[in-house]
């Protein structure tokens, strides 16, 4: 099992930044790719961005890239996703998630809440 800690989630205006990140913990040696969902009220759960252990594979879904970065650090068992020129179609619930397919989602964290105001 892996648990996933989310953390970096606030209120932010139209235009700002945030960097959310996720520690993971228990069986983290089984070298799993990591990603982020996320879901807005009323819309369907959508995968925003991954990366595979050896960062030989980056997703970012087309409405984000160039405006989020996923990035991992092995050594702390920590995924980043540095979000940047923010604007209000991306307030949702983001969920840190891991696992050994693609997309991974065999372990999800409990969410944590990015709102943009315009």
């Known amino acids: 099992q892996v648990q996933l800690v989310e953390s970096g989630g606030g209120l932010v205006q139209a235009g700002g930044s945030l960097r959310l990140s996720c520690a993971a913990s228990?069986?983290?040696?089984?070298?799993?790719?990591m990603g982020w969902f996320r879901q807005a009220p009323g819309k369907e759960r959508e995968f925003v961005a991954g990366?595979?252990?050896?960062?030989?594979?980056?997703y970012n879904r087309d409405s984000v890239k160039g405006r989020f970065t996923i990035s991992r650090d092995n050594a702390k068992n920590t995924v980043f996703l540095q979000m940047n020129s923010l604007d209000s179609e991306d307030t949702a619930v983001y969920y840190c998630?891991?696992?050994?397919?693609?997309?991974?989602?065999?372990?999800w964290g409990q969410g944590t809440q990015v709102t943009v105001s315009s």
């Open positions: 990366i595979s252990w050896s960062r030989s594979v980056i």
């Open positions: 998630t891991a696992g050994n397919k693609w997309p991974p989602n065999d372990y």
């Open positions: 228990g069986r983290t040696s089984s070298r799993y790719s």
